[in-house]
């Protein structure tokens, strides 16, 4: 059976702006936020507390966090990797961090300048010191699906990966397939594999990029399976500047399109949501990739 309805955590302000090597005004990032607020998304992955320097778009976090208004009952989560970044999210009056590590040896090295297992020591007392403080914090995997230097992922390896993570005491694990690999039938193993270590649906989500063309077949599995927690970049957006493969997002459009058609309910709409892609694409100065934006785009 499929879910009645599906919470959209809407990633694109983060996940989506990440890649863009010309700076993207913060002005602006606030009324893209804003405007996906109006569209109805209630989950809006903000920004990132990373090291400056490894990602330069995101260094606006705290300038960001100030001006934006966060509006009541919206969920504002925000990337930490580590304690800096802790105590920089702190100092923002966040209440939802996210802990990103990753399934394989390489992408932890490229990612986070940590090996595997070093990824964890710097994780635990980020996400013990967060829920201390009355935080949720969602863990990410990424590289669940496959991993452009190491190729394949034992699907018992990633679900090791997030249970790990989720013993510190996260609420939701996120499973990435960062450069778009996964196709269906893995997406079933995958989620398998989490349920064999005792993580079922209910604490899952699936975040897919569109690289292959499969994001929308994978999240489908995914509901089949009983996941409700959908990622997803406006206009589809996205990319990973530490894994060179990896393209956009599921565009959040493609998946209110599908959702509608299965009489799924989100609470986006979507022409309001189109029209912030668009206004967004114009200030990237590129067209959005997503199928769902363009079809409903006149000419
Ligand atoms: P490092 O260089 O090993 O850091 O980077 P360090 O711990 O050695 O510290 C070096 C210096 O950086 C110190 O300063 C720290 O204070 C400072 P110094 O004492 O030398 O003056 N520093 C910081 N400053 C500000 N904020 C911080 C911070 N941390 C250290 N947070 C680190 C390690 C993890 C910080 C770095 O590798 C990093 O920032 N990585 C983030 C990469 C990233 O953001 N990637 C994209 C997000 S993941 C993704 O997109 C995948 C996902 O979408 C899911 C999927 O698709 O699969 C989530
Ligand atoms: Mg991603």
């Known amino acids: 059976g499929l879910p009645e309805r599906v919470e959209i955590y809407e990633v694109g302000p983060r996940d989506g702006l990440q890649n863009e090597s010309a700076v993207v005004p913060v002005a602006v990032k606030a009324e893209f936020l804003d405007r996906l607020a109006d569209a109805g998304l209630r989950t809006l992955e903000a920004t990132s507390f990373v090291h400056p320097k490894w ?3 995101l260094a606006d976090a705290a ?26 999210a ?19 090295q490229r990612n986070l300048n940590r090996s595997l297992d070093e990824q964890f020591a710097m994780f635990e007392p980020v996400v013990t010191r967060a829920v201390e403080n009355g935080l949720r914090v969602r863990a990410y995997v990424s590289m669940v699906f496959g991993d452009p230097w190491e190729g ?18 996260c609420d939701q694990l996120s499973l990435g397939d960062t450069i778009g690999v996964a196709t269906p039938g893995h997406v079933g193993a995958v989620l398998d594999a989490c349920g064999a270590l005792g993580l079922g649906p209910e604490t899952l989500a699936v975040h ?12 489908l599995a995914a509901l089949r399976h009983g996941v409700t927690t959908v990622d997803a970049s406006a206009g589809g957006l996205g990319g990973c500047p530490y894994a060179g493969s990896a393209t956009g997002n599921l565009a959040t459009e493609d998946l209110v399109w599908m959702l509608d058609g299965l009489g799924i309910a989100h609470g986006v709409d979507l022409d309001a949501l189109v029209a912030t892609s668009v206004w967004m694409a114009g200030h990237l100065g590129r067209p959005s990739p997503s199928r769902v934006v363009r079809a409903l785009t006149p000419a």
């Open 152 to 169: 394949g992922v034992d699907p018992a390896q990633a679900a090791a990966v997030g249970e790990r993570l989720m013993a510190m005491g």
């Open 63 to 88: 300038e960001l966090l100030d001006v934006l208004t966060r509006r009541d009952g919206l969920d504002y989560p925000v990337l930490v990797p580590n304690e800096r970044g802790l105590d920089r």
């Open 90 to 108: 702190l100092e923002a009056g966040v209440t939802h961090a996210a802990v990103f590590a990753s399934a394989t040896e390489t992408f932890a």
């Open 208 to 219: 897919f990029h569109d690289t292959y063309g499969q994001a929308l077949s994978n999240t």
């Open 55 to 57: 990602v330069p778009q």
